[in-house]
């Protein structure tokens, strides 16, 4: 009985051993088709891997061949470039050189037949130029150029009190306010014009044709008529005021329609620039009374013109074309007919950003304050004697 019960369980565990003996292979087997998978698996990655390791060391050899070409290519360009601005360069040169041989005709207004015979002129010459300047110089050429900063629109107005140090920004074209700093070196080291001291003025000047002389400030102020706008910058309040006898309301300066008069002081005082036409006029006024003792017609052109400064009684109009070019003085207006036409200087500013917004002559300093883009700008002048002044013709 006892070994049949041993038998039994004998039998029993050897059928259970076989049966985990047949999970274990079965696991054994899954195992190794996993690891053949894998083996797989890694073996097509090795292969994947060495093609983009060989396609990427292709790619970044024509990656450098190419790059390699670029940089030829790009020396070859810059050295082309560098050629073409230098024969730029030296045309210029060659077409200053032979405008100034040749300069155009300027428009320079010929002397009034006041008698029959032209020959006698000098000693009333002599007489009227005693009774309109004092002052016996001719601009030259441009000395210097220096750019102090940029502040403020693109348009505006700076310039200096040739009595004083203070300078005065008129920044945009219509505005109230002006900004006054007590010299160019504050200015050169304000952040912004609104760092300035701000003056606040009776009403909004117009344009950029604004003269600051001998402690006051002369503006235009366009209501129904224009108006010249005297203020005592001592102080703070309006001098005086007159209505300028301008019939059409168009702009003196053709490249800048906002400014319709251009007040502009030199070493005789005051004087306005104005439309008449397709002309620019003269008027010499009275800096106490803002009376008009005399008026000219200069005969230049408002088409193309820019600016426009007087230095001794003589008006330079500055030219440029609608896109900024190079300016330059074409036109030249003597109030004594004093200057003739070989004599009347041919000028270029030196290349800039873009087209003056306005040019104020500092007859202390013989420099122009100009406002060009943005740019605040200085040019120091070189001066030199009327030819009439330093030999005048004699009398037949």
Sequence with gaps: MKADFL??????????????????????????SRMLAMEERIALWHEQNDRYNSDLKKFKQQASELLEKIGKEHGKLRLDLEGAGVRVDRVEREMDYIETKNPPKPCVRAADKMVEQEAVVTEKKKEEFFELSVCLDIVSNIRAMKILKRVGSTKGVWTKDSRTAK????????????????????????????????????SAWNGTGHAVYDSFLYYISERSELQVVKFDLKNGSMADSAVLPVEAQTPVYSLNPETLVDLIVDEDGLWALYPAGDTINLAKMDSDTLDIEQMWDTSCPRNGAEAAFIVCGTVYVVYNTRPPSRSRVQCVFDVNDMITGGEAPLLYFPRRFGAHSSLKYNPVERQVYAWDDGYQILYRLALKKKLWAIAPPPEE
């Design 7 to 32: 038998f039994s369980l004998f039998l029993c565990i050897l059928g259970q051993l076989s049966e985990a003996q047949y999970h274990y292979q079965s696991l054994m087997n899954y195992l190794e």
């Design 167 to 202: 300078v005065y920004v008129f920044n945009g074209t219509s505005e109230d306010t002006v900004y006054e700093f007590n010299s160019v070196k504050e200015l050169s080291a304000s952040p912004g014009v609104s760092k300035g001291k701000q003056i606040t003025l009776p």
